[in-house]
């Protein structure tokens, strides 16, 4: 028998009792509801799904906002930039596919814990990184983890919110990418002039999304598979889908997934919203690099233009939203955005050419760009969640994942053809800010260098002891600014004083980039172009989707529907009381 003594030192270092750990684990990965949630438990699931969605999509864009940081730290490419945006989006795409699990494994984990991931990776991995390649290695991780709540996300947010609200409910889940991009530009507009390194933007998304981790462990919850793997057309179905629960055959629903959700409507459908949101991808990733190299602003106020354009449609899809579920119809809204977003990108293309473009007219056209695109992302992804439920609502994760995947792979081909388009980019990134700064510092010294014969100024730089060389540059030099020799000889001293090395830059890159600086706008207006032939392709691609053109049509459906579930209800009470 052991002693007092020995059983009170074993104490500390025994297991927690069994019911401490079982409490444990069912609050860090047990998540299934039992019953249908009451509406301010379902608010706050929602609230806190949007949530994890924002930071995500905040962190997996902040690369845009210090994007010509980045790529004078490692001396990328433009090209090398836009590539390793490939191969993020490549990862994603093929985690969309693998997210299709979420109608097995539930979604709330892969959230929660993939925030977590992404948070750390962001955070204290990716700003730390030594080289071009291990930056590209840890950013197609953070798109492949991100490719997985895409799907996941999106399905949670239709689990817990009825037919007749799902374009509201979509609405704020739209907003996950909206805010996250609001976020990345209000935060980088406001520190960038004062933290000076873009390392401080990463970490401050990674910390942010640490916080919001930690709350979606300890509360997020989903229903049950019996629950979430049925359709509902309003709230009022709660009791009918519970008393369905008891018996359904959830197997059976979830076998030959892909089979069931690559139906030509869903392909369709997601091909079409994929190629209408090109302006979305494009802004994203590259509208600072756009606005510096084109319009010679800031990273400040490039991302400044980021506000007007990520509130404005932040707002409109919420508005739209609640508009759309009153109304009960999805595809006028659709129509009159993809209208009105043609026109406002069509008038954006028309000003790359024209650099005496004011900032104020650019806030104008994007931000009502943004509110037209806001009439269309909101209504389509609540129609194509009713297109998923009416072939198999137990299929939304795996629904959800076709249109993932499709948006994933369009926006691959489209990143992979920006630099194919746009060549002078990469120029105007890696030697534009220092030949700047050597032109403006020197900008005396290199009118004189101006004036001279580039034969004779060859000779000069070879030799600056060349007699006849020197007697023609101080010829030339007073020619060509009406000076006296003395004052000439002069401004030659003062020129013989720059340093060597930045004058070798100059010749090195200034042919180069003067060059680019004048093909960088009509290539920019080629792309731009491009994407409005994309987004065309959305009017057509519109009509194969479900729902209803008129009001009063969906109205009379909804209360058919409303007696049907009253007979259903009245038939199930009839049967478990016989």
């Not at 490692?74 to 930039?81: D, E, L, P, T, V």
């Not at 076998?255 to 994929?274: G, Y």
Request: glycine share 6%; aromatic share 10%; proline share 5%.
């Amino acid at each position: 028998m052991a002693s007092p003594t020995a059983h009170a030192e074993a104490t500390p270092h025994e297991a927690p009792p069994a019911g401490q750990s079982n409490r444990l684990r069912r609050t860090l990965f047990s998540r299934e509801l039992p019953h249908y949630p009451p509406t301010s438990k379902r608010l706050w699931y929602l609230f806190v799904v949007i949530a994890a969605t924002v930071l995500l999509y905040y962190q997996l864009y902040i690369q845009g906002a210090v994007g010509p940081s980045i790529l004078q730290h490692y001396g990328m490419s433009f090209k090398y930039y836009v590539y390793i945006t490939v191969v993020g989006n490549v990862f994603g795409a093929l985690a969309s596919v693998v997210a299709g699990i979420a109608d097995r494994v539930g979604r709330a984990n892969i959230i929660a814990w993939g925030l977590g991931l992404t948070s750390v990776l962001v955070g204290f991995v990716l700003p730390h990184m030594p080289n071009k390649w291990a930056f590209a290695v840890v950013l197609a991780t953070i798109s492949a983890v991100e490719g997985l709540i895409l799907v996941a996300t999106p399905a949670l947010v239709r689990d817990f919110s009825p037919q007749l609200g799902r374009a509201t409910a979509m609405g704020f889940w739209t907003l996950g990418p909206v805010l996250g991009s609001l976020a990345v530009s209000a935060v980088s507009s406001s520190t960038l002039d004062h933290l000076h390194a873009w390392q401080d933007q990463f970490v401050i998304a990674g910390v942010a999304g640490l916080v919001v981790f930690v709350v979606a462990v300890v509360s997020l919850r989903e229903l049950n598979p019996g629950l979430r793997d049925q359709l509902m057309v309003s709230a009022h179905d709660r009791a009918l889908v519970e008393a369905r629960a008891k018996g359904i055959d959830v197997e059976a629903g979830l076998r030959r997934p892909w089979k069931q959700m690559l139906t030509p409507r869903l392909a369709l459908s997601s091909l079409a919203i994929s190629l209408f949101m090109l302006y979305y991808v494009t802004a994203v990733g590259f509208f600072v690099i756009y606005f510096t190299s084109t319009f010679g602003f800031s990273e400040h106020k490039a991302n400044s233009l980021g506000n007007w354009y990520w509130g404005f449609n932040a707002l409109s899809l919420v508005l739209v939203g609640i508009a759309s579920d009153r109304l009960r119809v999805r595809k006028p809204f659709m129509l009159v955005g993809a209208l009105g977003a043609l026109v406002m990108t069509a008038l954006f293309a028309t000003r790359t050419t024209h650099p005496d473009t004011s900032y104020n007219t650019f806030v104008l056209i994007i931000a009502l760009n943004a509110i037209f695109q806001g009439f269309v992302l909101a209504p389509w992804m609540a129609a194509y969640t009713e297109d998923v439920e009416d072939r198999n609502p137990a299929l939304m994760a795996t629904g959800m994942a076709v249109w993932g995947l499709t948006f994933r792979l369009v926006a691959c081909v489209a990143t992979f053809l920006l630099p194919v388009v746009i060549t002078a980019t990469t120029p105007l990134t890696n030697y534009g800010a220092k030949v700047q700064a050597i032109s403006t510092k020197y900008a005396p010294e290199l009118a004189t260098a101006s004036a001279i014969k580039p034969d004779t100024l060859a000779t000069l730089t070879a030799n600056p002891n060349n007699t006849t060389a020197g007697i023609e540059a101080v010829n030339e030099v007073s020619q060509k600014f009406h000076i006296t020799p003395a004052q000439a000889i002069a401004r030659m001293q003062k020129l013989a004083a720059v340093p060597k090395a930045d004058l070798a830059y100059l010749q090195a890159h200034g042919p180069e980039l003067q060059a680019a600086v004048t093909r960088n706008p009509h290539e920019w207006r080629r792309w731009w172009w491009g994407v409005f032939g994309s987004m065309v392709v959305f009017l057509p691609l519109l009509t194969v989707m479900g729902g209803f053109w008129s009001p009063a049509a969906a109205r009379r459906r909804a209360e058919e529907h409303e007696r049907a579930v009253q007979a259903e209800l009245t038939r199930i009470e009839a049967t478990a009381t016989g």
